[in-house]
């Protein structure tokens, strides 16, 4: 069975560009998890996916930062405009809703490096 | 969430059990426990979970004290591969299972 898959593993963009990262989660897993490290810091959780409908987006750190889950399958998380903060380490996991676990499996993250 | 406290590293020579301690003295009655790693450059990855009984799987072992105020992770024969950052992290259940939120973690490091 495939694991999570993000894409890109790298991105090097300069400040003001647009970026968008990829999350594929493991097939018929309806939660779907955005997190993010920046230098540093802790991971920190930035928004939840039930299917397609955002159920938490509280760690959203502003309005640059956008989610989507269109069909419930994969997922995008675009940063525009990209500010220097925002280099770090964005990890996506997923998880089945319903289970005795709920273990989170999570990619191996994208290397997002605003210059 | 309640709020968990680790130490901040650790050693442990290869082959010997590490018994990794976390306290949770505000949890609550529907909070679990959940230990996750995360290996250097990759994403982290579940370990184990309970919630007051011990609990033991094919990764690790966790003990949680009766009062449920505190736990222990238990790697029975550790290896240079267990080297990682672990995450000691209580979570409550809600009906779709929300975030998880990660404090900072104890760096283990497995030595030959």
């Known amino acids: 069975e495939a694991g999570v898959t993000q894409f890109p593993s790298h991105s090097v963009i300069e400040k003001g560009q647009t970026v968008t990262l990829r999350c594929d989660p493991i097939s018929g897993h309806d939660n779907l998890y955005w997190y993010r490290r920046v230098m540093g810091k802790e991971i920190k959780f930035l928004l939840h996916f039930v299917k397609e409908s955002k159920q938490d987006e509280s760690g959203m750190p502003n309005n640059r930062f956008l989610a989507e889950r269109t069909g419930g399958t994969y997922s995008t998380l675009k940063v525009q405009p990209a500010e220097l903060e925002d280099s770090g380490v964005y990890f996506c996991?997923?998880?089945?809703?319903?289970?005795?676990?709920?273990?989170?499996?999570f990619g191996p993250g994208t290397r997002l490096t605003v210059l | 969430d309640a709020k968990t406290t680790q130490p901040t590293s650790m050693d442990c020579a290869e082959g010997r059990a590490a018994n990794l301690p976390c306290n949770h003295s505000?949890?609550?009655?529907?909070?679990?426990v959940y230990w996750y790693r995360q290996i250097h450059s990759q994403g982290p990855q579940y370990i184990i979970h309970g919630l007051k009984n011990n609990e033991t799987n094919e990764m690790a072992s966790l003990i949680i004290t009766e009062d449920r105020k505190s736990s222990t992770l238990i790697l029975p024969h550790a290896t240079l591969r267990d080297t990682a950052v672990y995450y000691c992290?209580?979570?409550?259940?809600?009906?779709?299972?929300?975030?998880?939120?990660f404090g900072a973690g104890t760096q283990v490091v497995v030595t030959p």
């Open positions: 996991a997923s998880s089945q809703v319903r289970g005795r676990y709920n273990e989170q499996f």
């Open positions: 505000t949890i609550s009655g529907n909070e679990y």
């Open positions: 992290i209580v979570r409550i259940r809600t009906d779709s299972w929300g975030k998880l939120q």
